[in-house]
């Protein structure tokens, strides 16, 4: 049996994500008022699911850039930049959008379940003391991406507070420009930094899957306040 590629799917093509996409489709056209309440909650959703297809979007477009940088692709010359600047720079990149997935996940809940709450630090906080999230067994979700990124916080803090990514592959990548050495070692060190493209996108769809499963589990609460909301 094959097994299922979560990168391939679209948060919309869960049934939360297409009753979504069909009402907020129909406030374009004219055929749904968008001021309603019922209109607000629907491009409330909206715009958080759009906001987590965007955060995915970001994160393979950096693990495409970074395989970029092949010693095989003579292209890149054209580029003009550094091949160790430059995947140093994506690898950063990566490591410092790939926590901002939770904070989303935090929102969605905020959203889906009309709860009210303003973003900011103390927004877990308030979400895990909400009763019905909690009976609902909604915060194991939460400490699921807080051990998928548990890993990553002294890596994001030393970016955010040094300013770049200290490793000693990246030290000799970039170094390369101003004292030359072995262009084998060279490209070997290259090649296995982007090698770590393979691990980068099977993260994803862990991590996708997990987002489309909480979709699919809080499809009915949402069902059911799109029904409370749809004469109001």
């Known amino acids: 049996m094959s097994q299922i590629d979560y990168n391939e799917f679209s948060l919309f093509s869960t049934p939360l994500g297409e009753a979504v996409l069909k009402e ?29 297809s965007q955060s995915f979007w970001d994160i393979d477009l950096t693990i495409k850039l970074i395989e970029f940088a092949d010693p095989k ?3 890149f010359k ?16 990566y490591f410092f959008r790939l926590p901002k997935f939770k904070d989303q996940i935090l929102q969605l809940l905020n959203i889906v379940f009309r709860l009210g709450y303003n973003q900011g630090n103390g927004l877990e906080k308030k979400i895990r003391a909400t009763l019905i999230l909690q009976e609902k067994k909604l915060l194991y979700f939460i400490d699921y991406f807080n051990n998928a990124f548990s890993n990553l ?41 982007i090698a770590y493209t393979f691990i980068f996108r099977k993260n994803q769809g862990i991590l996708k899957e ?9 499809h009915e609460d949402f ?10």
């Open 24 to 52: 907020k489709t129909e406030m374009l056209l004219g055929r749904v008022d968008d001021k309603t309440s019922r209109g607000l909650y629907i491009s409330e959703v909206n715009e958080i699911l759009t906001a987590l």
């Open 73 to 75: 692709i003579k292209s």
């Open 78 to 93: 054209m580029t003009r930049v550094d091949r160790g600047d430059y995947l140093k720079y994506h690898f950063e990149n």
């Open 153 to 193: 916080k002294p890596i994001r803090d030393t970016i955010a507070h040094r300013g770049d990514l200290c490793d000693q592959n990246f030290a000799m990548l970039t170094s390369y420009s101003l004292l030359k050495y072995d262009e084998e070692v060279y490209n070997s060190i290259l090649r296995g930094q």
């Open 210 to 218: 997990a987002v489309i499963t909480l979709l699919l589990v809080i």
């Open 223 to 232: 069902c059911n306040t799109f029904e409370i909301l749809e004469n109001r």
